[in-house]
């Protein structure tokens, strides 16, 4: 397709009819299969005498083009026109199409760079040497888009050329301030993967970027001391701001004593514009947000500097030998700090305007990043690491700016009293912890009657609202039980829909923060009058809202159901089917749905409840089950009906769960065929919901084994069908995740089913699953079938073992204790991972007392690595390393216990004031990052809250306390010294701070 062919449709797609765009989009989509689609688009790109607008089209198509068909595109020869030609657009006179050649090559790049493209880099350097401006800011912006795609591979042979160009370029003033600031961005982004690269290659960084430091820090640290004369100007000081802070995190003993010289600068920066964003910015009308940018449209200005600076200060707080110079002037940084929580005047706008944002962006983990949110993060940064010094340096700073304030009522002068409540807010935790710890005078009546009193006496909803949430947050510490009764007459009066929405939003955030602070009963006592108006209330408001707005209001009503449940159970009726409502309503807002399902929980635990539950939830969930188009006119895909039906599943397991026995006829007799007959017809990668089904059918087989057995379904028993979803889970032609909780359910089928089912079969499937496996969670869900029967009876299961095989004929006992070990550094879940621990010390003195025969299975000591949720072995440049099973499982349970130790440690230093602690400055650089194991726990389930769980023997075993036992039994035996002998450094080192042994 020509340049003639295709211009028209792109002159159409620029059509305000709509009509005519419509057509446009349709042929141009027709058009991508033609081999002249991509050179026809760049030729019109690259055309100076046409239009901008049509210009930047053909590039946005283009890169469109790149994204989405480059790799499966077949026409080689009309792919390598575009790579020739299009370098030449990155001299072109306008920086718009400059920004689009650069967008469309580093697109282009990140599918063949290097091996497809392997002149690109050399071309790029040569217009970089050209000492042409539009070439070489071209070129800029094609690095900074492509430095994050380079590996570590390509990294040794890019640096030795790029780096130095780039900091001649850094230092120049004659191609404009943004060259300079793609230039020190781009070693930014470097800095993280040279970092990185350490752990393997100890002299990447003294190689590869220590040689330019000198020179990167000279130059950042005098253009940070600069004046700043324009708008652009600030970015460039924001990312050497950003390029110093990344320095210190990946190299603090090498930046030593340069923080020093950085520190006061970095201050006088605050200090100054403290000022001019309160006045330029927070309280003047007139500013527009991100106004200032480069000529890219790239954000810049003041907000991204101060941004930047707090990062930096984030940073150092990490650090002992930092923390000390930042504790020195606290008062004054965080003074300052509460003046950039200053609310801006154009935010009041967005929210009065929309509400439900004021909701999504007024917190410090918003999404939105502005100054506000990041001066309320390094609030809650500095109060976390500095503790005691962080809350008397806020005491003195609050003291101080509310001496020098005036009327409340005058100007802008509401804003200051905000601000100070909010920096409270949000240092809440850490400030009662003090309290508590008599650490610090303070005295929150002293607050209330001179802040909080005076600004709910104003006309200002933003003020009135967070200090109704602040002063809830600190009901604990209310001048008066009257101070207390006055504060909730209030929360209770604020929840109308007449009411300012910042009011009742910090009405409704006010309840969460009462009910989080009063845990007992007879504290909670004090609510009870209010809640005959305040549930009613929240029900009525979320009947009207939408969005981040009705999670609030839901979230309210969790917390508050629980308080009053008579009140719920009043009108059982009207609460279920206003919820089920909005489940339908909403099924395809997750986080809207999984608030809907919280309260619903909630109320399941109202005895009084359930008998509605099963009349007028059970039915509309059931309906939901049995429909194949969507029940949700924004459900319309098949993966979204199929979430959607795994939401409705994971509430059902939850009502089976909470329900009383015997189960009701409703649940045994209509929702257990449904799910049972969903689950085993379900489409093979259905994973949300083969997983919820079979979580669904778990609660029903642990609760109700007698009276699903007792269920005529077509002639079979409803365990039957159990057997049958086991067997179907445990297929290898379905979805690896769908089989993610198959352990769990056959564990609990064995326990129930007891000798009458035939285990020879199940196991063998099992085993036979296991080998098809990938990823290390499905492989722990198998794997502790039969780490539960090890626990068991270990000798008759290692019997059992030992008459089965692979499909490939290997031993079954073998291949499953060689697969255990291996990705045993990998589970997740404290019971699981108890359950391992205590199997392993069974299996041990086994192995290690007479000649059995498994003691000579080699099994892989490998470092691993998780990559896309797979198991990876990582020795590059040597073949594996093997070592004999009883060694591999005495360092497992060596590893294993210095993990419990390091929690131990850690849960000790948090119940003391830690301000103090912090990552040495000698400490390398990938030491900081997460093990493997704690990685593995972040990302698993807590499987301590099992049900199943709490019933089995060993859930009350302290595994701590039973490892430490063994192995100090351990030290004793003949082997031990053998074993030890073949422990790594860091392993000796865990086993030598063992309470039990370390001593030996």
Request: charged share 20%; net charge negative; hydrophobic share 40%.
């Amino acid at each position: 397709m020509s340049v003639e062919q295709i211009a028209p449709l792109i002159n159409a797609a620029l059509s305000e009819v709509q009509e005519e765009r419509t057509a446009a989009n349709a042929g141009i989509q027709e058009a991508q299969s033609h081999p002249d689609f991509s050179p026809s688009l760049l030729s019109i790109l690259l055309r100076q005498d046409a239009p901008l607008s049509v210009r930047q089209m053909a590039g946005v198509l283009l890169k469109q083009f790149a994204e989405r068909n480059w790799s499966e595109c077949t026409h080689v020869a009309a792919k390598d026109v575009v790579k020739a030609n299009i370098i030449s657009g990155l001299g072109d006179p306008i920086s718009k199409v400059r920004s689009s050649v650069a967008a469309v090559m580093s697109e282009i790049a990140v599918h063949d760079f290097p091996e497809s493209w392997p002149g690109l880099f050399e071309a790029l350097m040569e217009l970089l040497g050209s000492g042409e401006g539009n070439k070489i800011n071209g070129v800029m912006k094609v690095l900074d888009e492509l430095a994050n795609d380079i590996t570590d591979n390509q990294i040794h042979t890019v640096s030795p050329i790029l780096f130095p160009r780039l900091v001649t370029l850094f230092k120049m003033t004659e191609f404009g301030v943004s060259c300079r600031c793609r230039a020190i961005s781009i070693f930014t982004i470097f800095i993280d993967l040279i970092a990185h690269m350490g752990s393997v290659k100890h002299d990447a960084s003294e190689k590869l970027l220590f040689p330019y430091l000198p020179d990167l820090i000279s130059e950042s640290l005098r253009v940070i001391e600069t004046p700043i004369s324009s708008a652009p100007e600030f970015k460039l000081v924001s990312e050497c701001v950003n390029f110093l802070a990344k320095l210190v995190q990946a190299y603090p003993k090498e930046m030593g004593d340069k923080v020093s010289t950085c520190l006061p600068v970095l201050w006088g920066l605050l200090s100054n514009n403290s000022a001019t964003y309160v006045s330029g910015v927070a309280n003047n009308p007139e500013y527009v947000e991100d106004e200032a940018g480069d000529s890219d449209g790239s954000a810049g200005g003041l907000d991204m500097l101060i941004q930047s600076i707090f990062e930096f200060i984030k940073g150092l707080t990490e650090r002992k030998k930092y923390k000390a110079m930042i504790k020195k002037v606290l008062p004054d940084v965080v003074g300052l700090v509460i003046s950039y929580l200053t609310l801006p005047e154009y935010q009041i706008e967005q929210w009065d305007a929309d509400p439900e944002k004021y909701v999504e962006d007024d917190e410090e983990d918003s999404m939105n990043y502005t100054v506000r949110t990041s001066a309320m993060e390094l609030l809650t940064d500095l109060s976390v690491e500095l503790k005691t010094s962080y809350v008397e340096a806020l005491i003195q700073a609050i003291t101080k700016i509310m001496s020098s304030v005036g009327d409340i009522n005058e100007g802008y002068n509401w804003k200051i009293y905000e601000a100070c409540a909010t920096a409270l807010n949000v240092s809440g935790e850490v400030v009662e912890e003090c309290m508590e710890a008599k650490k610090v005078e303070f005295s929150f009546g002293g607050v209330y009657n001179t802040v909080v009193l005076k600004g709910l006496a104003t006309d200002k909803p933003y003020l009135q609202g967070r200090l109704i949430w602040l002063a809830a947050s600190y009901i604990k510490d209310l001048p008066s039980p009257q101070a207390a009764q006055q504060l909730l007459d209030c929360i209770a009066n604020s929840l109308n829909a007449n009411t300012k929405p910042p009011v009742m939003i910090g009405a409704m955030k006010g309840i969460c923060a009462i009910l989080n602070e009063l845990e007992s009963d007879e504290q909670k006592a004090i609510l009870h009058s209010h809640m005959e108006k305040i549930v009613p209330a929240l029900f009525e408001l979320a009947s009207n809202m939408e969005g981040d707005f009705l999670i609030l209001c839901l979230d309210a009503l969790r917390v508050t159901v629980s308080v009053r449940p008579e009140i719920v159970a009043g009108e059982a009726d009207k609460v279920n089917a206003f919820l089920v409502d909005l489940f339908v309503k909403h099924a395809n807002e997750t986080f809207i749905i999984a608030t809907v399902n919280e309260v619903l929980m909630t109320v399941a635990d109202i005895p009084e409840c359930q008998g509605s539950i099963q009349n007028t939830v059970v039915p509309v969930l059931l309906q939901m089950l049995t429909t194949d188009g969507p029940t949700s006119p924004k459900k319309k895909g098949e993966d979204d009906i199929d979430d959607m039906k795994g939401d409705v599943l994971e509430l059902m397991t939850t009502f089976v769960r909470k329900a009383a026995l015997p189960l009701a006829d409703k649940y045994v007799s209509d929702v257990y065929p449904t799910v049972i007959n969903l689950t085993l017809t379900c489409k093979k990668d259905s994973t949300a919901v083969l997983q919820a089904g079979s979580e669904c059918i778990r609660a029903f087989i642990s609760r109700a084994y007698d009276q699903i057995s007792a269920l005529n379904l077509n002639g079979l028993s409803g365990s039957s069908y159990v057997l049958n979803l086991i067997s179907r889970l445990l297929d290898p032609e379905v979805a690896e995740y769908g089989a993610l909780y198959s352990g769990k359910l056959i564990s609990v089928m064995i326990n129930k089913a007891g000798p009458s089912l035939n285990i020879n079969e199940i196991l063998q499937g099992v085993l036979n699953r296991l080998t098809t496996c990938e990823t290390p969670t499905v492989q722990q869900s198998l794997l502790v079938v039969f780490i539960k029967l090890f626990n068991h009876d270990l000798e008759g299961s290692m019997t059992f073992l030992q008459g089965l095989t692979t499909p490939s004929g290997e031993n079954a006992l073998a291949y499953v204790l060689r697969q255990w070990c291996e990705i045993q550094v990998l589970f997740n879940g404290e019971f699981e991972t108890k359950l391992a621990i205590v199997a392993f010390t069974k299996l041990l003195p086994l192995l290690i007392t007479g000649d059995s025969p498994l003691a000579t299975i080699m099994v892989s000591d490998d470092d691993v690595s998780l990559e896309t949720g797979r198991l990876l072995r990582s020795k590059p440049g040597s073949g594996p390393v093997e070592v004999p099973l009883p060694v591999k499982i005495f360092k497992i349970l060596v590893q294993e216990l210095g993990i419990m130790i390091e929690d131990k440690q850690a849960e000790a230093a948090g119940d003391e004031d830690s301000e103090d602690e912090g990552v040495s400055d000698d400490e390398e650089y990938e030491e900081q990052t997460l093990t493997l194991a704690q990685i593995a726990a972040m990302l698993g389930d807590d499987d301590e809250d099992d049900d199943d769980n709490k019933d089995h023997p060993l859930y009350e075993v302290d595994a701590f306390e039973h490892l430490n036992g063994f192995l100090s039994q351990l030290s004793k035996h003949g082997a031990y010294p053998s074993m030890v002998g073949q422990l790594n450094d860091s392993e000796k080192k865990i086993l030598g701070s063992a309470p039990a042994i370390g001593h030996r």
